[in-house]
């Protein structure tokens, strides 16, 4: 049996201190207590600790101007969480685990005064059996952050890479440094004995012919006695359309299998409806009563891919085929709505995707230099059709972009993987697995990562033992090209590419021409910069002048990649007259060089398999850069151009 405490539920307190300082307890010598610099009581979580501060006065608000630089004292001190056990949590018979599922940061563990383990991986879930540490009263507990790693921002090398935090966290050109520390989603202290579900996968698959569903599951119940596990699926009217009572014997090496006919298909945005079922495991005694229990939300869908059309023989196939149809992906490549990820909230997720739904877009790309969603996105891309291409935590650096191959590494980003389908896998929308972004086959590239490589080799292996029914991708790009390259076009080299994504010279002349030409069976990235409205750069920028939007300009220097002002005064032959005329001649830019990328792609289907542009939304109120969607969730020209273009082709 098991029983389940949410410690989000307790009074925290957080603590600051400069480094190592907590250890010391009474000063040597002196007889001093050494207190914290900082106290703040009756704190909740999840949450970063920036925001605690923030709330507290401690912290400016690190998306005006350049207050992200006032903010960065807060990774050099050590910060802990601190609160009471309740008593009448605890019992003689019972074993207890600590299952953290998000902490975001390095760091250990402490209950009453003892390490009970130590953390450095804010990718997987970390579960801890704390049986003997506990008193039978008055037990404290402490999750405390040490030294988070120093740099692991956008220019670096890959192949250093081996330390597991976000980041993004540390600088990229669309969001300053906030590297955050906290508690970015939910622990419970698990009071567990005698029979209790230990662990569930589930995968499913459907037959387009036959109108089948198959459910595949893999129980681990542990000490399974004489109790029953009861199986119920329904669907969305909370009608059961499957019920089966099973003993420990009808399962052969943990696995069962159903299958169900008649089923509702789930579909992407756009082709149909996004049926969703129930799933309910129940562990009951032999009183009848329910000991334990798992819940999920599946779907039945079929996904294939097959080769485009004109494609070169030996060819990766880009056409993705739902339910026997073959669709059109049209996406934007996702990244993490806030720096400090733990604050957000469900209605944070649905506004975003309630947009891209709206506009017409069926698949998001989860770029590898962020981190395993809350548990929420996966949810609503569930109900609204939208599909997930999620990458594995792995990035380019621009200095050089070959992944880890040290064997320490490549078993890390194993058991990484392997947490990664367990904890998200069973979820309709999920497409495909992919490497990571950007990856190269050798620290010179420019070829993309292929199995060849150790660690992407490593990542295959742990996809095909968990996840047989799901793509693979090596790393996107991939093929024989990062970039197409027109002149090229025509050689069969272009599979899934990169780029461009800043227009160069006159949208109908140079843009068009590439756009017409183009050969690519795939494109997972393609932007053009725009400007943010007048009205949120005037909320965010603090102290600094908007104008002019030139290099010149420290404010919009700080994201140089997306200054476009010599391309104004290139096209107009004349200096913008003020921020106003430049921020409309900017988004209508994006709006145009955008909207021909996709029509080209759309125009050419099924010899082009579909477009994900780069980017989806700001995490930081950037006055420019490749997002259709603004900090604040609005969208931009550009994203309303498109949504014209994807519903007039239904």
């Known amino acids: 049996m098991r029983q389940k405490f949410d410690l989000t539920q307790l009074k925290w307190t957080l603590h600051g201190y400069y480094p190592e300082e907590w250890r010391m307890g009474d000063s040597a010598g002196a007889g001093i207590m050494l207190l914290p610099e900082i106290i703040i009581h009756d704190v909740s979580f999840p949450s970063s600790v920036q925001k605690i501060l923030h709330e507290h006065g401690l912290l400016p608000d690190w998306n005006i101007g350049f207050n992200s630089s006032q903010c960065e004292w807060v990774e050099n001190r050590h910060w802990f969480f601190k609160a009471d056990l309740p008593d009448n949590w605890l019992g003689d018979d019972k074993n207890y685990k600590l299952v953290c599922h998000g902490i975001d940061g390095f760091g250990e563990l402490w209950i009453n005064q003892q390490c009970v383990y130590k953390f450095n991986n804010s990718y997987v879930c970390h579960t801890i059996d704390i049986t003997d540490a506990l008193k039978p009263s008055g037990n404290v507990l402490k999750i405390i952050f040490c030294d988070q790693p120093r740099w692991l921002g956008q220019m670096n090398y890959t192949s250093q890479i081996t330390q597991w935090k976000p980041r993004f966290n540390y600088r990229w050109d669309w969001t300053a440094r906030l590297v955050q520390i906290g508690i970015w989603d939910g622990i419970d202290l698990e009071a567990t004995y005698d029979a209790y579900l230990a662990e569930a996968f589930v995968f499913t698959s459907a037959d387009i012919k036959s109108q089948k569903g198959v459910v595949d599951l893999q129980i681990n119940v542990n000490q399974w006695n004489s109790e029953k596990l009861l199986i119920e699926l329904s669907d969305s009217e909370k009608s059961v359309v499957y019920s089966r009572t099973l003993c420990k014997y009808d399962l052969h090496d943990n696995r069962y299998s159903f299958e169900l006919n008649n089923i509702k298909l789930w579909w992407p945005n756009g082709m149909g409806p996004a049926h969703l079922y129930n799933l309910t495991l129940s562990l009951i005694d032999q009183s009848g009563k329910i000991v334990d229990a798992i819940q999920k939300r599946i779907g039945f869908r079929n996904i294939t891919w097959e080769q485009c059309k004109g494609a070169p023989a030996n060819a990766d196939p880009w056409l993705c085929v739902v339910n026997g149809k073959p669709v059109f992906l049209a996406g934007v490549n996702w990244t993490p709505i806030r720096p400090n990820f733990a604050d957000l909230s469900s209605d944070d997720y649905d506004k975003r995707l309630k947009t891209y739904q709206e506009i017409g877009f069926n698949v998001l790309r989860l770029w590898g230099g962020a981190f395993l969603e809350k548990q929420c996105l996966y949810d609503i891309c569930d109900e609204r059709g939208i599909l997930v291409w999620q990458e594995f935590p792995l990035s380019s650096s621009g200095i050089e972009n070959y992944p880890p191959d040290d064997d320490v590494a490549i078993k890390e980003m194993a058991c990484i993987a392997q947490y990664f389908i367990a904890a998200r896998g069973y979820h309709a929308c999920i497409l495909a697995w992919s490497g990571g972004n950007e990856l190269m086959s050798s620290k010179a590239g420019p070829d993309p990562a292929t199995l060849a490589h150790p660690m992407i080799g490593a990542i295959a292996q742990v996809v095909r033992e968990n996840d047989p029914y799901r793509r693979f991708m090596p790393t996107s790009p991939s093929g024989p090209r990062f970039v197409a390259d027109e002149n090229e076009y025509g050689q069969g080299l272009h599979w899934d590419v990169h780029g461009p994504w800043v227009p160069r010279g006159r949208l109908q002349d140079q843009w068009t021409k590439y756009w017409n030409n183009d050969d690519s069976l795939f494109r997972s990235e393609v932007g053009a910069p725009g400007p943010s409205s007048m009205a949120l750069m005037e909320k965010y920028t603090g102290d600094y002048n908007l104008f002019p939007p030139s290099k010149e300009n420290i404010f919009w220097r700080r994201f140089s990649f997306w200054i476009d002002h010599d391309q104004f005064v290139a096209e107009t032959g004349r200096e913008p007259k003020n921020i106003e005329v430049y921020i409309d001649w900017g988004q209508n830019r ?61």
């Open 590 to 650: 994006q709006a145009l060089a955008l909207s021909i990328a996709v029509s080209a792609c759309r125009k050419r289907f099924p010899s082009c398999g579909g477009i994900i542009l780069w980017m989806g939304h700001d995490s930081f109120p950037c006055p420019a850069n490749t997002s259709i969607i603004d900090f604040e969730g609005e969208p931009k020209p550009a994203a309303l151009a498109i949504a014209k273009i994807l519903h007039s082709c239904k």
